[in-house]
């Protein structure tokens, strides 16, 4: 269905239901809110409104829907797969001042957030509770944006995804009404569970205005240890029996030589520069830990570790996981004439040593620049490839690897995006992937947002 351009009329009617400083036709802003962190290319909206309440989402999105004008929601732009770039131009909402932390009930573990809430910010808050929301996925990623994507990063291995802590959703439909979704009870098996269909829908069936979410409690100790390797292969096999021994580690990274280097270089980390584990524990007791540690590092040494550095510090150890969480933009700085593709894929831990043998060949014949890095323990792997702009050649080279690599990860029972997301860059996968069922996900989009004005031109080839 054909969208509508933005005229006069609609900018005047729209401008009636907000503030004056929070709806913009700025080029800066249209400028700012035409991309995210990911190498698509951008497309600058038409108008950016800023809504502070869920009755001002539901009046733009009906007055949207009856003019047949597009939405896309906004976060932080820190997604890597294009999801929030608003392709069909139209309107913006961004959710930036709708973040309000609305209640924290400590004795139910749970937090009423509003969906412009950085995560970070909440766990600042939640510091003193002994309370904390796991999902980590490095960036200030705002609530609201790692619903919709369903995000995770290095303690997925451990405490899972965003859509493990999504107790209760408000959620504003294409037309307006606003649907209220799930208990604040922790279990239920009470009717369909609406809140993971709409937990990562990336904004295509309905904008999210308010949530539920559950907490967990602070680990009482904790301890890490770096462990390096003579091959990537090695470290996967490593991962493998770490994982299949029931050790239970909450972080498990693992990464390439090139990414260590780079991690010394710019916070002055002294790493050796091989294939490298990054491995955290949590427990009660440090006792409890220096057991498991010593397991750990027995499964390391008996498929080839070099080097293991057991009970590695907290100090030490936000200095890794901040260099590790800083890589994305440290690879960017270090190559200014480049885009950098991100592939991310997850397989089955059985299959990981596999794709990343896979992965070697495929770069092995190659002169392209690449970065290698893992949230291992869930068979989450990222392939961070440099391409110079404006080289098409280069380009399509590039595009050609990819597409081998993540129809080989489809092909070993996983998956095309393990927490991106489909937007741009994954939607040629869906078929390959998801077959015959794709055709019911239309189907649901369809019911849900029957002009399509929701994220158009997401998700699906």
């Not at 951008?42 to 004008?69: F, G, H, M, Q």
């Not at 896309?72 to 973040?99: A, C, H, R, Y």
């Not at 980590?136 to 965003?162: E, K, L, Q």
Request: with cysteine; charged share 20%.
């Amino acid at each position: 269905m054909p969208f509508n351009r933005l005229n006069e009329t609609h900018i005047k009617n729209l401008q009636s239901m907000v503030a004056p400083d929070r709806i913009s036709t700025g080029a800066s802003v249209l400028d700012l809110h035409a991309k995210d962190q990911s190498h698509h290319t951008p497309s600058r909206p038409e108008l950016v409104i800023w809504p502070v309440k869920a009755s001002e989402v539901a009046e733009i999105l009906n007055y949207a829907n009856d003019n047949l004008i597009p939405i896309t929601g906004w976060g932080s732009g820190s997604s890597l797969e294009g999801n929030p770039i608003p392709v069909e131009k139209g309107i913006v909402l961004d959710f930036t001042q709708m973040n309000r932390i609305s209640n924290i009930r400590e004795e139910d573990f749970q937090a009423d957030v509003e969906p412009g809430v950085i995560y970070q910010d909440l766990n600042e808050k939640l510091r003193y509770s002994g309370l904390f929301f796991p999902p980590d996925p490095g960036a200030r990623a705002t609530i609201g944006g790692m619903i919709a994507n369903n995000a995770s990063g290095t303690r997925t291995v451990y405490y899972g995804s965003t859509k493990d802590y999504v107790l209760r959703l408000s959620v504003a439909l294409a037309n307006g009404e606003i649907l209220e979704l799930g208990t604040r009870a922790s279990k239920t098996s009470s009717g369909y569970d609406l809140i993971r269909l709409f937990v990562g829908s990336e904004g295509t069936l309905g904008i999210v205005v308010g949530a539920t979410i559950r907490l967990v409690g602070l680990p009482v100790e904790f301890s890490a240890a770096v462990a390096t390797f003579p091959s990537i292969d090695a470290a996967g096999k490593t991962v493998f029996e770490i994982i299949r021994s029931g050790l239970n580690p909450a972080a498990l990274e693992l990464l390439g030589p090139e990414c260590i280097e780079l991690m010394n270089r710019e916070e002055g980390l002294e790493l050796n520069l091989s294939p490298t584990l990054f491995i955290e524990f949590h427990g009660t007791t440090t006792s409890q830990l220096a057991e498991v540690l010593d397991m750990a590092e027995e499964i390391s040494r008996a498929e080839g570790c070099i080097n293991f550095e057991p009970g590695v510090g907290r100090v030490q150890r936000d200095r890794i996981f901040k260099a590790r969480h800083a890589l994305g933009e440290m690879i960017l700085r270090n190559h200014p004439d480049c885009g950098i593709l991100i592939m991310d894929v997850a397989v089955p831990i059985t299959a990981y040593s596999e794709l990343i043998a896979t992965i070697n060949t495929e770069m092995a014949e190659t002169n392209l620049v690449s970065y290698y890095l893992s949230h291992a323990g869930n068979g989450n792997v990222h392939l961070n490839i440099a391409g110079k702009k404006g080289d098409t050649q280069e380009w399509n080279l590039i595009g050609q690897i990819v597409q081998r690599l993540v129809q080989k990860t489809i092909d070993l029972g996983g998956t095309a995006t393990g927490e991106h997301g489909i937007g741009l860059g994954k939607r040629k996968f869906m078929v390959a992937e998801h077959g015959t069922s794709l055709t019911w996900m239309k189907k649901i989009k369809t019911l849900f947002d029957p002009n399509g004005i929701l994220n158009p031109g997401k998700i699906f080839p």
